[in-house]
């Protein structure tokens, strides 16, 4: 309760500053302070060092290290003044959500993000997160999971919406934060590396799904970064970050940047899921004892 207790009070500090003092915030300050994502980010990153210090399993020190990566390129594009960066160049904004929606939350999850945070959050959030479970596992499936992520991505990139959206305090917020939220519960979804069960999903299933969802975004990030129009007025409007820079030129570097990395991390889950049910079945044979006299004649997939 004590660090719950010293979050709120540093949450509030913070924001005091950045509403009364908004030219004295440092550079990895927040640039406008969001409670939906700073305080869900440092209360996670907490907790998530008290479960490791708890489990008696820990996970490998590379998917500590991935988490905690993850945990800060999310706050460095959402929290700091990278965001005003963001807002007055398309390549950037571009940059942003596939940090925040894409790399940040695969990163964590990773982590193996789930069962750490379980371990070390309070008596209180685990109350919390039990009276949403119904609900976060009605979304947490290969097909809605994949439709959050998606509408999160691309509905933005409607030019009216993004128009709105980027002059709009409050639509600009809920791009953000749902982007966020959308991303890492699709990665929680599709990064399981537990068998099935207690798993609701195979690995292949699992694994498609991480997959088979950068086949609707590549046509729309083609086109953004192919098209000679310029799409999105709206930094013409605010400015551009580099003002010699074209719309056509800042949309194909947007495009490219929604394009090929969000590519390359819907491959690794793939591999991911591979490499999980590969682990999970030399784990199964380890435990497996064959009765007596039986010969056991089957080769498994990966040749071992």
């Known amino acids: 309760m ?3 207790l010293a979050l709120l009070v540093v949450s509030a500090l913070v924001w005091g500053v950045c509403a009364l003092w908004p030219a004295h915030v440092p550079f990895l300050g927040p640039y ?6 700073f305080c869900p980010l440092w209360a996670g990153l907490v907790w998530y060092g008290r479960g490791l210090a708890r489990l008696a399993e820990r996970p490998h020190w590379a998917r500590v290290a991935s988490a905690l990566l993850g945990w800060a390129a999310i706050y460095f594009v959402l929290q700091t003044h990278f ?4 807002e007055h160049l398309f390549a950037l904004d571009r940059a942003q959500a596939l940090v925040s929606g894409m790399a940040g939350p695969f990163l964590l999850s990773f ?5 750490v945070l379980e371990a070390g959050a309070p008596d209180w959030a685990r109350r919390a997160a039990g009276a949403v479970a119904p609900v976060v596992a009605g979304l ?3 097909v809605p999971a994949a439709l959050l992520m998606l509408g999160a991505t691309d509905v933005w990139l409607i030019p009216t919406v993004q128009f709105d959206a980027m002059l709009n305090p409050w639509l600009y917020d809920l791009m953000l934060v749902s982007c966020f939220y959308a991303g890492l519960l ?3 979804m599709v990064l399981d590396d537990r068998p099935n069960p207690p798993c609701r ?10 997959f088979l969802v950068m086949f609707p975004q590549m046509p729309v990030s083609a086109y953004i970064a192919l098209t000679s129009r310029d799409l999105y007025t709206v930094y013409a409007v605010c400015g551009r970050l580099f003002p010699l820079m074209s719309a056509q030129y800042d949309q194909l570097l947007g495009g490219i940047i929604q394009w090929i990395p969000a590519g390359a991390l819907n491959t690794a889950a793939l591999l991911v899921s591979l490499n999980a049910l590969r682990h999970a079945e030399e784990k199964a044979d380890r435990a497996f004892v064959p009765p007596p006299g039986a010969k056991v004649y089957e080769a498994k997939w990966t040749g071992r």
């Open 111 to 115: 982590g193996r993000l789930g069962p």
């Open 2 to 4: 004590a660090d719950t």
């Open 83 to 86: 965001e005003y960066w963001a």
């Open 201 to 210: 999903f195979s690995f292949i299933v699992r694994g498609a799904t991480g």
């Open 186 to 188: 699709f990665w929680l």
């Open 32 to 37: 406008v302070f969001d409670p939906l994502l």
């Open 140 to 142: 947490a499936r290969p």
